[in-house]
């Protein structure tokens, strides 16, 4: 890779001494434990600090603009200060941005996605996606009469303690390929979070099947992410979804798709995309139009828990800003923005990236590709199919490629997670595609950036 001759190019004045964001970090070390509360987001040796975004363009505290293929960790499918979702905000915070009562852009989100999702009979708004699966986790509990839950081995489902569980295991301690370790991926956790986590091999048919032939009929809910981006996006395997749902009627288990990120690959998100049936759907990004949301849908049965009218034992929600409608009016205008033709786009744009990024590693040798369907891509470091989470390289080279390829991205003007997710937007054509295609050729191809 040849990073070293792109220590320093044009968009990269956020490393000067005397920069805007060198005083602002200097000042948020102070104040806030390791700078910012994105702690996911956080680089070395210290992150760009956001001014403004306009389209697929991001510009820091120190004048340099990038194309942004994160657009708040996918959540702005449209990009930045999309027209028409601030007309929709602004026209809501003329009227009121939040109360104690229900308002309309709620209803009009809730039956918005009951129309678009065929599995989702019911919903239920929470604030974020953590909250969306922390409720959907909590139905499922109450459903059942059961406190266990299973979750596939490298998945990311926010900072609920029952889901920090194995996201971040490495060879050292991930244990058993067919019977993952519970590893605790978080500080804080209580010592039996570890027994009510099951960890599962994912697309390890007979894995799953013998885990849940010992501990099925303790579990209450099964939590499956469709293209997982810790575990290096792997496609499902042919039938898996169909055996997931087979296994948790056996089991009696509430199968839970988490689509808070991959809700954007189509109308009907992932389960649209690739099958399966899940009993609940948790949500969040992308449906809140870049405002904070989450919300978790699905059978009415189940929903009809948190219906304070519903006999047996209620599951109690809360939440001051549980179905705001600031959050719900910037939602709705961004899903009606997402007609078929955008989606074509955004499939055609996902394409074009991944393909010509997949070349541009083989041209350069590099033992790397860009995973993804859809508007989703990874930068995962191996050339290697992938299969779950133990396909994708968790040792410290393989993070260290990672980081230096992210920090020469940034100097080249394209913002990637430092992580390797990355997406599309409706903001970006062709001639953005290549433009961020350019600067991935410039930093893997040595010699073009002299
Ligand atoms: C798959 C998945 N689930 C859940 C969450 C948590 O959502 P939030 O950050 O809105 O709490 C995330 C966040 O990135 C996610 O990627």
Redesign the pocket.
Known sequence: MNLDTLTRVSTDRYLDNDSVTVRMHAQAAELIPGATSRLHYLFKPWPIYAHSGQGCRLTDVDGDERIDCLSN?TALIHGHSDPQVNAAIIDQVQRGVSFSEPAQPEIALASLLIDRVPSVEQIHFRS????A?MMAIKLARAFTGRTRIAKFEGA????YDYVQMSFSSTPANWGDAQAPQSIPSSGGLAHSVGEEVLVMPFNDQSGVEQLLAKHGHAISALLF?PLS?RAGMALPAPGFLEFLYQITRKYGIVLIF?E??TFRLGEAGAQGRYGGKPDLT?F??IIGGGLPI?AVGGRADILSLLNPASSGQRVISGGTYSGNPLSAAAGLATLKKLTPARYQHLEAMGKRMRDGLNQIFRRAGEKAQAAGDGSLFQIVPTDQIIENYRSVPQDAAAFEWLDRLHRALLAAGVIISHRGLSCVSTAMGEAEVDEVLDAFERVLTPGLTD
């Open positions: 960790m974020s996606g953590t909250e699966i990311y489902h926010g900072y992410e981006n988490d808070v990120i948790a969040g990004k989450g």
